[in-house]
C-alpha cells in the first residue's frame, strides 16, 4: 500500500489469524506507526491521530477484538503482537518508522523492535511497557480491577471482563521480563508517562499503584541510561486529555531518532 502525494487519509484491512485489522494512513512528512493500547481504538485517539499527522505520515490500527477488527477467541500478548507484526509487513514505507505505543501498545512495540531490530528507527513509549519491580495486580486488586473490566467490557463487546482480567494478569508477567527486550533494542527510546496512572487517591490501591508505577520507570532509565522519560502531570487516559502535550514531546523526541 502505498502513500498518496498529498496526504489524504487511506483505510485498508490486513487479514492475519482469521481476524481483520482495519488500517488507516494519513499525512505526509516521516513514517510513524501508532499503536492502541488494550481497550483503545483509532477512534479513541482521534486527537492525538490528527496533530501527529500533521508532520508526519501517520499509521494506526485497531487490534483484534477492538473497534472494527473482527472479533476472535484468542485475546492474549502474543496474538496482538502478532497483530502488529501483520501490519507492519503489509506496509510501504519509505523508511523505517518510529513506532509510538500506548500501554499496552508500548509492550507491542518494545517486544516488536526487539525481534526486529532493523526495522525501526526509535520508539516512544506511553504509559506503558514500564519494568515494575513487582506485580501490578494483587489479590486485594483483584475485585477493585473485575469491576472496571466489566464496565469496559460493555465499550468492547468482542472482549469479556474476563478477557480482561487475563490480559491485566499477563501483562504483569510480561513487564516482569520486559528489562530483557529493552537490552536487545540499539535505536533511541523515550518514555513518556503519567504522574498518576491510577489517579489521584493518596491511599490504598492508587497510592501503591502510583508508587510501583514511577518506581518501574525510575528503573527503567536508571539500568537503561540511553532511555529518556518525560512525566505528564495525569491518570493513564493521558492521551486523550493531554493530546497536545503528548503530541509536542513527540514531535521534540523525534529528532533524535
Do not use: K
Amino acid at each position: 500500500m502505498t502513500m498518496r502525494s498529498d496526504g489524504s487519509i487511506q483505510c485498508f484491512t490486513v487479514r492475519h489469524d482469521g481476524v481483520g485489522i482495519p488500517v488507516s494512513r494519513g499525512g505526509l512528512g516521516r513514517p510513524l506507526v501508532l499503536c492502541p493500547g488494550l481497550n483503545c481504538t483509532q477512534a479513541d485517539l482521534h486527537e492525538l491521530v490528527a496533530l501527529l499527522r500533521r508532520d508526519h505520515d501517520v499509521v494506526t490500527f485497531d487490534p483484534r477484538g477492538h473497534g472494527l477488527a473482527s472479533p476472535t477467541e484468542r485475546y492474549s500478548f502474543d496474538a496482538f503482537l502478532g497483530d502488529l507484526v501483520a501490519v507492519m509487513a503489509e506496509l510501504d514505507l519509505p523508511s523505517a518508522p518510529v513506532l509510538v505505543g500506548y500501554s499496552l501498545g508500548a509492550d507491542l512495540a518494545v517486544h516488536y523492535a526487539a525481534e526486529h531490530p532493523d526495522t525501526v528507527a526509535g520508539l516512544v513509549l506511553v504509559d506503558g511497557a514500564n519494568p515494575l519491580p513487582e506485580p501490578f495486580l494483587t489479590n486485594a486488586d483483584l475485585a477493585e480491577f473485575r469491576t472496571m473490566a466489566e464496565a469496559e467490557a460493555t465499550r468492547h463487546a468482542s472482549l469479556t471482563a474476563e478477557d480482561i482480567v487475563g490480559l491485566g494478569l499477563e501483562m504483569d508477567v510480561v513487564r516482569g521480563e520486559i528489562l530483557d527486550r529493552y537490552q536487545r533494542i540499539d535505536v533511541p527510546v523515550h518514555v513518556i508517562a503519567s504522574t498518576a496512572i491510577a489517579g489521584d487517591g493518596t491511599e490504598g490501591r492508587a497510592l501503591r499503584h502510583n508508587r510501583l508505577w514511577r518506581a518501574g520507570v525510575e528503573r527503567l532509565v536508571r539500568e537503561q541510561p540511553r532511555i529518556s522519560a518525560d512525566w505528564i502531570s495525569a491518570d493513564h487516559g493521558l492521551v486523550f486529555t493531554h493530546a497536545p502535550d503528548v503530541a509536542e514531546i513527540i514531535r521534540s523526541r523525534l529528532a533524535s531518532c
